[in-house]
């Protein structure tokens, strides 16, 4: 029997990797699309993706290529993690950010729409474009009101997802992410950065970290979560959107203190405020209600946030140590 195939853009990613480990272990054959050259993107990967995974380079800009790839490889599913991140960035190259975020999620659907509507879709989208919300916690109710050319990009992606599923009846749908980290973020994200440089000031190779306000407050879940939650939205018997969160706030500072409980150590000893690396504070808390995911999906996140914390600090000390 021919195995289920599954494609995803952004595999090199945290999201990516995550989801192509889902996939692998539930016995899809997992086509990854690249930017660059698949052998170089290949050396980016977990060793438990690395070398069951198929990557094939494509073009975000090119719809006759995004077509050939479709057409060639016939996906069940397709999950698209690629694109700029949240984080710093997000008011960086904002007519980058809005093609790739934005309108090449038009492409790829109306490639699908051309080659094979059968073809199951999931976007994977930010609770970015709640950021000018007037309510907390936000649900799929809530009215999207980016504040940054990242989040308009995601919510012009969105919008597309549901015309696309309304009028021309694809199994398009997108999932509402709010923060989700794990020890493949990249250390431009608060998290990471913190359980990196504590391994670093463990290991006597640095003195301080030097961080903004300790005391903004994230809903911050495990990757490897939130990615199982998309799978689970293509399983579903209908597409709907849905929001992927906690639906718990932790400060910096207690993510800081958390880590350093870890080793053993004190937090304030080693964290300092910076007031050169603050962002502009949000007009109202991000914290997500997935009440529906949980009703409809039977989704619940598995791993807590001391776990969370846990895992990073380990995974950085392990990598040091190496």
């Given at each position: 029997?021919?195995l289920r195939t599954?494609l995803?853009?952004?595999?090199t990613g945290?999201?990516?990797?995550?989801?192509?480990?889902?996939l692998?272990?539930?016995?899809y054959?997992?086509?990854?699309?690249?930017?660059?050259?698949p052998?170089?993107a290949?050396?980016?990967?977990?060793?438990?993706?690395?070398?069951?995974?198929?990557?094939?380079?494509?073009?975000?800009?090119?719809?006759?290529?995004i077509?050939?790839i479709l057409?060639?490889y016939?996906?069940a599913?397709?999950?698209?993690?690629?694109g700029?991140?949240?984080g710093a960035g997000?008011y960086?190259?904002?007519?980058?950010?809005?093609?790739v975020?934005?309108?090449a999620?038009?492409?790829?659907?109306?490639a699908?729409?051309g080659v094979?509507?059968?073809?199951r879709?999931?976007?994977?989208?930010?609770?970015?474009?709640f950021?000018?919300?007037s309510e907390?916690?936000?649900?799929?109710?809530?009215?999207v009101?980016?504040?940054?050319?990242?989040?308009?990009?995601?919510?012009?992606?969105?919008?597309?997802?549901?015309?696309y599923?309304?009028r021309h009846g694809?199994?398009?749908?997108?999932?509402?992410?709010?923060?989700?980290?794990?020890?493949?973020?990249s250390?431009?994200?608060?998290?990471?950065?913190?359980t990196?440089?504590l391994?670093?000031?463990?290991?006597g190779?640095?003195?301080?970290?030097r961080?903004g306000?300790?005391?903004?407050?994230r809903?911050?879940?495990f990757a490897?979560?939130?990615?199982?939650?998309m799978?689970?939205?293509?399983?579903q018997?209908?597409?709907?959107?849905?929001?992927?969160?906690?639906?718990?706030?932790?400060?910096?500072?207690?993510?800081?203190?958390?880590a350093?409980?870890?080793?053993g150590m004190?937090?304030?000893e080693?964290v300092?405020e910076?007031?050169?690396a603050?962002r502009?504070?949000?007009?109202?808390q991000?914290?997500g209600?997935?009440?529906?995911a949980?009703?409809?999906?039977?989704?619940?996140p598995?791993k807590?946030?001391?776990d969370?914390v846990k895992?990073?600090?380990?995974?950085?000390?392990?990598?040091?140590?190496a």
């Open positions: 029997m021919a599954a995803i853009a952004g595999i945290q999201d990516g990797s995550y989801l192509a480990e889902l692998l272990a539930r016995g054959r997992v086509i990854g699309v690249v930017r660059r050259d052998g170089e290949r050396r980016s990967l977990p060793s438990e993706v690395a070398g069951r995974a198929e990557l094939v380079a494509w073009d975000m800009y090119d719809a006759s290529r077509a050939q057409d060639e016939r996906p599913e397709f999950y698209n993690c690629a700029y991140s949240s997000m960086d190259e904002p007519l980058a950010i809005g093609e975020n934005g309108i999620v038009a492409r790829v659907l109306e699908i729409r094979d509507a059968e073809i879709f999931c976007q994977a989208s930010s609770s970015e474009i950021a000018n919300a907390s916690p936000q649900s799929e109710a809530t009215p009101s980016p504040r940054s050319p990242y989040g308009a990009a995601k919510a012009y992606a969105d919008f597309m997802v549901q015309i599923r309304e694809l199994f398009a749908c997108s999932a509402i992410l709010f923060n989700h980290e794990s020890p493949r973020r250390t431009a994200f608060v998290t990471r950065k913190i990196h440089e391994a670093r000031i463990r290991r190779l640095a003195a301080e970290i961080l306000n300790l005391s903004a407050r809903d911050w879940g490897g979560d939130h990615v199982r939650a799978w689970l939205m293509l399983q018997p209908s597409p709907e959107d849905f929001v992927v969160s906690t639906g718990e706030t932790h400060s910096v500072r207690e993510f800081c203190e958390c350093f409980m870890q080793v004190d937090y304030r080693y300092k910076d007031a050169d603050y502009r504070a949000e007009t109202i991000l914290v209600n997935s009440a529906k949980h009703r409809l999906l039977g989704w619940k598995e807590g946030f001391r969370l895992m990073m600090v380990d995974a950085d000390l392990r990598m040091l140590a």
